[in-house]
């Protein structure tokens, strides 16, 4: 089962910050946070990973709670091509498989 | 570079045939992961292999099975399908044991009637 929590649906305006919650409380200390994202009917997309400290790249921002216990994605200027599912996954670093659930499905609104 | 290919893009099967997928991963990669994903169950993982050595194996019936070769293309097979087996089939390819991102190929969908 996945370890995570994350709202099923969320909106937002074309060119305002999408920001995704994700919870993993039970999350160990050898544990990473990813996300993906799988645009209609297309194979998941890596985003961005982290393991305490926040991180950026040209994609995407990662915010993770000073407890682990939470992160947020964020988008900082959405598009309509960045409608999708986003998935954070917690996984150790390695050869272990990506235990997806259900995800949030972002719409974004022109 | 180019990214992860996946053949073929779409099959139409009868029940109780058998199917090979393929997949070939990014250039120097040597990891490959399959998935599945249903409407019903979402993204599960099928096995993963690497250096033609299977690593981990998900929760699926021994129909089925996998192999990778020394170039790490990877095949997975499914025999005896069954309706439940449609489905999008997904490859992902990793550097290494300790790499960081897989790379997700665009799927096969497999339909069985």
């Known amino acids: 089962d996945a370890k995570t929590t994350q709202p099923p649906s969320m909106d937002c305006a074309e060119g305002r910050a999408a920001n995704l919650p994700c919870n993993h409380s039970t999350i160990s200390g050898n544990e990473y946070v990813y996300w993906y994202r799988q645009i209609h009917s297309q194979g998941p997309q890596y985003i961005i990973h982290?393991?305490?400290n926040n991180e950026t790249n040209e994609m995407a921002s990662l915010i993770i709670t000073e407890d682990r216990k939470s992160s947020t994605l964020i988008l900082p200027h959405a598009t309509l091509r960045d409608t999708a599912v986003y998935y954070c996954?917690?996984?150790?670093?390695?050869?272990?498989?990506?235990?997806f659930g259900k995800g949030t499905r972002l719409s974004v609104i022109a | 570079k180019a990214g992860v290919t996946q053949t073929p893009r779409y099959l139409i099967k009868t029940r109780g045939q058998q199917v090979t997928l393929s997949c070939s991963p990014i250039s120097g990669h040597r990891s490959v992961s399959w998935y599945q994903q249903t409407p019903g169950q979402g993204l599960q993982f099928l096995f993963e292999y690497f250096s033609e050595t299977q690593r981990n194996k998900g929760n699926f019936p021994g129909r089925f099975s996998g192999r990778q070769f020394s170039n790490s293309r990877s095949e997975m097979n499914v025999s005896t399908l069954e309706l439940g087996d449609s489905a999008l089939y997904l490859c992902a390819s990793t550097l290494d044991l300790a790499g960081y991102e897989q790379y997700f190929g665009p799927g096969t969908r497999l339909t069985v009637t």
């Open positions: 982290g393991l305490k």
């Open positions: 996954i917690v996984r150790v670093r390695g050869n272990t498989p990506l235990v």
